[in-house]
């Protein structure tokens, strides 16, 4: 008789047998860099669009912080973090994020007429007509860095039906139109725009006043800490409701047009 100990050793080794080798859990290299193409490739395209080595021409305006840093209203990071925290990024909340947000909706049927009516509220925002000229002029030049780069089919058409209806271009719209050749989802979208505007402003600040990089850096974390809620907030932002207006900052961009010397261009 075999003792139960062997019995059970020989059960074992059969059941072993029988069910085979686990299943690998490493994936191929060629699988793991389609899955990484079909999901992930946007990633670099954003990170591209929002580089200040990216040609928008965005790196030459200040868009207002000139004119209040002549003004002695901005003078240091600490009076530099209540004009980002207090005017800047509200206005960022209520009117980039949001128009971003429409048109990248708009853009996926996409529905023309209504991309149509996000550029001219983008443009109207904009009370000062310098600042209305260099946002004009940074929405065309990325709007078409998405057609010559990326040769994508929506990009042509939006560049064609702007020219045609003489539409005022509009970074928000062309970030969303970015957005939509690259297959990036919105919240990744409003996160890059978020990013490069904070960012934008900051490098801007570090060329007018006595700053330095780790100051500006703890103003961007911070910054960059709030804004899951701002995005979060902005995609929820009726169209109806979208737009921001202070006019500390507009006079301030309005002196600039007529300022005896100036670094920046707006």
Request: aromatic residues 8%; charged residues 20%.
């Amino acid at each position: 008789m075999k003792s139960a100990r062997a019995t059970s050793t020989k059960s074992r080794g059969s059941r072993r047998k029988e069910a085979g080798p686990k299943p690998c859990l490493v994936t191929s290299a060629a699988t793991e860099t389609k899955a990484g193409s079909d999901s992930y490739a946007w990633i670099g395209g954003l990170l591209q669009a929002g580089d200040s080595f990216y040609p928008t021409g965005s790196y030459a305006h200040s868009f207002g912080l000139e004119g209040l840093a002549q003004a002695g209203v901005v003078r240091d990071q600490a009076s530099l973090g209540k004009f980002l925290f207090l005017s800047a990024l509200p206005a960022l909340r209520r009117s980039d994020l949001p128009l971003a947000a429409h048109a990248w909706r708009a853009l996926e049927a996409p529905d023309w007429n209504r991309v149509g009516e996000i550029s001219v509220l983008s443009s109207s925002l904009k009370t000062a007509s310098e600042a209305r000229a260099a946002a004009s002029n940074i929405g065309r030049q990325r709007a078409e860095l998405a057609a010559s780069l990326h040769a994508h089919p929506l990009a042509r058409e939006y560049l064609r039906r702007a020219s045609a209806t003489d539409w005022p271009f509009s970074p928000p719209v062309s970030a969303a139109l970015e957005g939509r050749v690259l297959g990036a989802p919105l919240s990744a979208v409003l996160a890059g725009v978020y990013y490069a505007s904070v960012a934008s402003l900051l490098a801007a600040a570090m060329k007018l006043l006595r700053l330095g990089q780790n100051g500006c850096q703890t103003l961007l974390t911070t910054a960059m800490r709030q804004s899951a809620a701002d995005i979060a907030a902005a995609m929820d932002t009726p169209f109806e409701e979208i737009g921001w207006f202070n006019p500390w900052l507009d006079i301030a961009a309005a002196r600039h047009e007529t300022a005896d010397g100036r670094l920046f261009i707006s």
